[in-house]
């Protein structure tokens, strides 16, 4: 049993299937079905994507096992099976327990979409998007700083984007075939912008379109059906990291959360587009609803998210100079953040200063001193916490 499990012996077998066997029944040979536009599949899977993305994988998957028995010449079914994985691990990329099985269904779904991509012509453009789709997912993975493989991330992704440009013929065919190339139009301006030492990578890749990209990504979010919340994800994040489109990045923040209410990561971010906005009566309701279900151990809800919730609590308290029930907060982000060795990042350095001042305040200047050394053997010496802490050092040390 244990070899079944072996990634590459299963990809061997499907190899081995594909090649000598018969991997398409005589229905497929007698009529021509392209799911990704086909009415009757979208609806057989609407109630598949909702579970997933509302973190019922186990129900997601027994659907999708369906579609792979009903369409097992297709790479559709297997695609879907990758992206449950892969929904397992966006609340924590830090968590490396489902690699296997992604990476597993995601070049089975390649393997497949090769076989009609060369094989039969009518599903040229859809086996296109399907490979483009599932190296894109694979380059994701590997250049996740928890992997940091480079070099795969960066020949899937170029990989990936020789099948986009497949799929740009046949765009018409359906809105989904737009999501790969609206990200790389997007991002293949957007990165030699903001970080000119990869420019010279960059130069043997297609010249984008930035505000191509971002209309693109708009209309897919619309009218997608496969992509649909994918593309909503992405234009969220593009929003508010880096158009500066508040407003927009919390409407969607909204309805992912309200259309997906059990989605760790939906709830994440919606927590913090409040805290953005300043909406802390709303802010403090759902922060208190996550560190519940973090506390029941609502599978997805884990200290990534515990982090950032009890750093917005402190910060709620703290404005309604709660100082007791700030302090318990920072120290619960402070927690959090050492459970998963996140010690470098903002939401515990600045708790750490926080509990400094809070320690200031209440006159416990040996505590508030400590709290501010910590933040300095912690932080680089650019960073602002590192600059912000030195100084309320100095202060304090000026004061003795």
């Not at 009529?31 to 536009?37: G, H, Q, R």
């Not at 493989?149 to 740009?168: D, M, V």
């Not at 496969?226 to 969607?252: G, H, K, P, V």
């Not at 200063?353 to 305040?361: F, P, R, Y």
Request: hydrophobic share 40%; aromatic share 16%.
């Amino acid at each position: 049993m244990q070899i079944l499990q072996n990634h590459k012996f299963k990809i061997a077998l499907l190899t081995i299937f594909l090649v000598y066997g018969e991997a398409f029944p005589q229905a497929k040979k007698d009529t021509t079905i392209i799911l990704i536009s086909d009415v009757n599949m979208q609806l057989e899977c609407s109630s598949a994507l909702n579970d997933m993305y509302n973190f019922k994988f186990e129900k997601a998957e027994k659907q999708m096992r369906s579609f792979k028995k009903k369409y097992a010449w297709h790479p559709l079914p297997y695609f879907l099976l990758g992206l449950n994985e892969w929904w397992k691990i966006e609340p924590n990329t830090r968590v490396t327990i489902y690699d296997d099985r992604f990476l597993s269904y995601m070049d089975s779904a390649i393997l497949i979409a090769e076989n009609l991509h060369d094989k039969y012509p009518e599903y040229r453009i859809e086996a296109a998007f399907f490979m483009a789709a599932a190296y894109g997912f694979k380059g994701r993975l590997y250049a996740d700083e928890e992997r940091h493989n480079w070099a795969k991330a960066a020949s899937a992704g170029k990989t990936a984007l020789n099948y986009l440009a497949e799929c740009k013929e046949k765009t018409y065919l359906s809105s989904d075939l737009l999501f790969g190339d609206a990200l790389f139009n997007y991002f293949s301006v957007w990165v030699p912008e903001n970080y000119p030492a990869l420019r010279p990578v960059l130069w043997f890749f297609p010249k984008g379109d930035k505000k191509l990209g971002l209309a693109q990504l708009k209309e897919v979010s619309y009218n997608a059906f496969y992509t649909r919340t994918e593309a909503m994800i992405w234009l969220m994040r593009i929003c508010n990291s880096y158009e500066n489109d508040q407003s927009r990045a919390f409407q969607l923040a909204e309805y992912l959360h309200q259309t997906y209410p059990d989605n760790p990561y939906f709830h994440r971010y919606y927590a913090r587009m409040l805290y953005s906005r300043g909406a802390h009566p709303e802010l403090e309701i759902e922060c208190k609803r996550i560190l519940e279900r973090i506390d029941s151990g609502r599978f997805g809800y884990e200290a990534t998210s515990g982090r950032y919730v009890a750093f917005y609590l402190g910060q709620v308290y703290g404005a309604q100079r709660k100082l007791e029930e700030a302090k318990r907060y920072y120290l619960l982000a402070v927690k959090y953040a050492e459970e998963i060795d996140a010690t470098e990042s903002g939401y515990y350095l600045f708790s750490l200063i926080e509990l400094g001042e809070i320690a200031e305040k209440q006159g416990k200047k040996a505590e508030a001193k400590k709290y501010f050394k910590d933040v300095k053997k912690k932080a680089g010496r650019k960073e602002e916490a590192f600059k912000d802490a030195k100084r309320r050092l100095k202060n304090l040390e000026k004061v003795d």
